[in-house]
T-cell receptor, first 114, second 116 residues
Framework: EAQVTQNPRYLITVTGKKLTVTCSQNMNHEYMSWYRQDPGLGLRQIYYSMNVEVTDKGDVPEGYKVSRKEKRNFPLILESPSPNQTSLYFCASSLTRGLGNTIYFGEGSWLTVV | AQKITQTQPGMFVQEKEAVTLDCTYD???????LFWYKQPSSGEMIFLIYQGSYDEQNATEGRYSLNFQKARKSANLVISASQLGDSAMYFCAMREGNSGTYKYIFGTGTRLKVLA
């Protein structure tokens, strides 16, 4: 089954404690991306990757890091989480070519930083 | 700069009636794609419908249709015969092609409530 898997789904952590949200897709997609969703702001892109070892900042990259060492994985790293990073996070993937290729989303990760 | 605008934070519709969710976009590219996604209260994102900038006919998928008006840069979602299960958040999104980055951008969403 084609899917994007992200973990953990739910996490409560403390300010400053480094955490990683993993993301893996099994569709051989080149394009992967992280979004955060906040009330009234919709989905905002954090980072995206066009292929292995190719990453670029989205609209809200501050406080986050990513890496793309393998095509299937695109982890999101919060080196020193702060309460304003409390949000719902989505990993997503898509084929790079073809405008009509929809983006596939993971189930979301609810992150609370206290 | 590319931008998606959804001006309706919330909408109500009576069951079995049709409803239109507004979406306007801004882009300087000639080649782009427009998408609508549904997000139920459980949180997952569900793809509904796609319209390409060069498509001459409006896209339809079952009860969903996309009212594409290129000159006005609008891509409204029409849901016919609303059902209680249509209550959800709806996001409009765009993907540009000419820029080479193939980024997707999303609007702020419209929360639809279907009334029995």
């Amino acid at each position: 089954e084609a899917q994007v898997t992200q973990n953990p789904r739910y996490l409560i952590t403390v300010t400053g404690k480094k955490l990683t949200v993993t993301c893996s897709q099994n569709m051989n997609h080149e394009y992967m991306s992280w979004y955060r969703q906040d009330p009234g702001l919709g989905l905002r892109q954090i980072y995206y990757s066009m292929n292995v070892e190719v990453t670029d900042k989205g609209d809200v990259p501050e406080g986050y890091k990513v890496s793309r060492k393998e095509k299937r994985n695109f982890p999101l790293i919060l080196e020193s989480p702060s309460p304003n990073q409390t949000s719902l996070y989505f990993c997503a993937s898509s084929l790079t070519r073809g405008l009509g290729n929809t983006i596939y989303f993971g189930e979301g990760s609810w992150l609370t930083v206290v | 700069a590319q931008k998606i605008t959804q001006t309706q934070p919330g909408m109500f519709v009576q069951e079995k009636e049709a409803v239109t969710l507004d979406c306007t976009y801004d882009t300087s590219d000639q080649s782009y794609g427009l998408f609508w996604y549904k997000q139920p209260s459980s949180g997952e994102m569900i793809f509904l419908i796609y319209q390409g900038s060069y498509d001459e006919q409006n896209a339809t998928e079952g009860r969903y249709s996309l009212n594409f008006q290129k000159a006005r840069k609008s891509a409204n979602l029409v849901i016919s015969a609303s059902q209680l299960g249509d209550s959800a958040m709806y996001f409009c999104a765009m993907r540009e092609g000419n820029s080479g980055t193939y980024k997707y951008i999303f609007g702020t969403g419209t929360r639809l409530k279907v009334l029995a």
